[in-house]
């Protein structure tokens, strides 16, 4: 995590007038390590000692381990993501003496993390992840039970380095997960983000195929199904139907999206499983699937006409789900020429996912769009714009 993390962990602790024995009697972490890492011995330590240490600071862990979300505007995006490809892709060579590991431990800085996957706080995840993956790795050699801990975090990792387009590492990260499934749901679950992995690379036979095999192997009986069940084989679904509607076969993808929403009828509801932000399903999620596929074949009126009856204003501002939705629905807008409805709702994913908004390549090819179709531009084009990195 930095050298820096001695430094900050300084700063807070005098601000809270503590000192480094009373610190380590209030967190539990031993006072040679505090004293190691304030005085600059030790340059990296666990995520699981530091959200201790802050958890007794009364501070968010990230307050210890990134100085500033705003370093993400001067990172190359391959160089902030080295770290986290290093990590996945290496053995740890942290010591581990005077902090083991514990299964318990690394679950709560999983849980303490989970809120900057769900809201898409990229630049305080390319911190913590590198020593989250090697707090699971060094789990599983101590003890074995960790491997199911081990492979959420894989799995989370390969969604959000798919998102950061470093394909190869995620795809190393969901293959490593799919190998450590505790279960077929969890299975299914990384299934379904490797599906959308093979989507963004093209590879459209290769998602078709393995959505197919395992929404084959988790199909439940409708009426016995319960929730877990059908948000996993719903997603598989909505993977089949992407890939066949993008591989022009229409029929295939309308008979997918058709058993997707059977699922999503028979779950009655838009449904989380705990702690899987990532398999949230029912029938909203279907219908912003639908308008997805209705934009890839070049249908705008319709993407329109599915958008006005989905209720995106009830779903949380962050999510991936409807934020690829709302762009959808600009796009369509902006092939119709409603130039200002499109500004409109650009400016909005922009304010509400200010670190999702300037990685998506598709809003960069929308406000190109509508940038070469006009002969003044307003100031929020512009701004938006230079949020995408385009010269104006």
């Known amino acids: 995590m930095g050298a820096n993390v001695g430094e900050r962990l300084r ?16 967190s539990g972490v031993s006072l040679s390590l505090i004293r190691k890492l304030e005085q600059g011995e030790r340059e990296d330590t666990r995520l699981e000692t530091v959200r201790r240490l802050a958890a007794a600071l009364r501070v968010p862990t990230t307050q210890l381990v990134i100085a500033s979300c705003g370093e993400d505007d001067a990172v190359d995006a391959n160089d902030q993501w080295k770290p986290v490809c290093r990590a996945l892709l290496t053995s740890s060579a942290v010591d581990t003496v005077d902090e083991p590991p514990t299964a318990a431990g690394v679950r709560q800085a999983l849980d ?6 769900s809201g898409d706080r990229f630049v305080e995840l390319s911190t913590i992840l590198p020593s989250l993956l090697r707090d699971a790795d060094a ?3 101590s003890d074995p039970e960790g491997r199911v801990v081990r492979a959420r975090i894989l799995q989370l990792t390969g969604w959000l380095l798919t998102q950061m387009r470093q394909f190869d590492a995620a795809e190393a990260a969901l293959e490593r997960s799919m190998d450590e499934s505790s279960d077929r749901l969890h299975g299914a679950a990384t299934a379904s983000v490797m599906c959308w992995l093979l989507l963004r690379r093209g590879r ?3 998602a078709r195929d393995l959505a197919s095999r395992w929404a084959d192997e988790v199909e439940p009986r409708l009426s016995r199904a319960t929730p877990a069940e ?17 591989d022009n076969r229409p029929g295939e993808a309308e008979d997918a999206i058709r058993l997707a929403h059977a699922a999503a009828v028979a779950l009655g509801r838009e449904y989380t499983p705990e702690g899987n932000f990532l398999q949230a399903f029912g029938p909203v999620t279907v219908a912003l699937k639908r308008a ?14 599915l958008a006005a009856k989905v209720p995106v204003q009830g779903m949380r501002p962050t999510s991936n789900n409807r934020n690829r939705h709302l762009l959808d629905v600009a796009n369509a807008h902006a092939r119709t ?4 409805e499109a500004v409109d709702i650009l400016t909005g994913i922009r304010a509400t996912a200010p670190q999702w908004f300037p990685k998506q390549r598709y809003a960069r090819d929308i406000v190109s769009g509508i940038l070469a179709r006009r002969r003044t531009l307003t100031p929020e084009m512009r701004s938006l714009a230079d949020a995408v990195g385009m010269p104006v």
């Open 11 to 26: 700063e807070v602790r005098k601000r809270r007038g503590l000192s480094q024995r009373e610190l380590a009697n209030e």
């Open 112 to 117: 303490a993390a989970m809120p900057l996957f």
């Open 139 to 141: 789990l599983v050699r």
């Open 204 to 206: 459209l036979g290769e």
């Open 230 to 246: 059908l948000s996993a084989w719903g997603w598989l679904l909505l993977r089949m139907s992407a890939a066949a509607v993008r």
């Open 292 to 305: 997805e596929n209705a934009m890839v074949v070049d249908r705008p009126d319709l993407v329109l006409k």
């Open 337 to 340: 020429r409603q130039y200002a």
